[in-house]
Nanobody, 117 residues
Framework: QVDLVESGGGLVQTGGSLRLSCLAS????????LGWFRQAPEKKREFVAR????????NYADSVKGRFTISKDNAKNTVYLQMNSLKPEDTGVYYC??????????WGQGTQVTVSS
């Protein structure tokens, strides 16, 4: 069992920055990837980024490459998503997730990110 708690969402203007945090608790985190998905109103949930807990390799959606950075702090059991150069299309609820890459079965409650134009 893995519990995930997100924080750091909010309202920001186009071009601004936000940093999301995800506090993870539970056993066997080292077996998993932790990542972020997002869901805009009336759209499907989509992959944003992920990081392998053991090793630290990362992967990003094309839409956020060069603007978002995912990182982790093992000592704090926390994953971060630094979001720069934000655009209105980045608006949505951002969810932290954990699991085997491609088979994420643990989810946080989500945090709202709103980018105003």
């Amino acid at each position: 069992q893995v519990d995930l708690v997100e924080s750091g969402g909010g309202l920001v203007q186009t071009g601004g920055s936000l940093r999301l945090s995800c506090l993870a608790s539970g056993r066997a985190l080292s077996r998993y990837a932790l990542g972020w998905f997002r869901q805009a109103p009336e759209k499907k949930r989509e992959f944003v980024a992920r990081i392998i807990w053991s090793g630290g390799s990362t992967n990003y959606a094309d839409s956020v490459k060069g603007r978002f950075t995912i990182s982790k702090d093992n000592a704090k059991n926390t994953v971060y998503l630094q979001m720069n150069s934000l655009k209105p299309e980045d608006t949505g609820v951002y969810y932290c997730t954990a699991g085997v890459p491609g088979f994420y079965n643990y989810w946080g409650q989500g945090t709202q990110v709103t980018v105003s134009s």
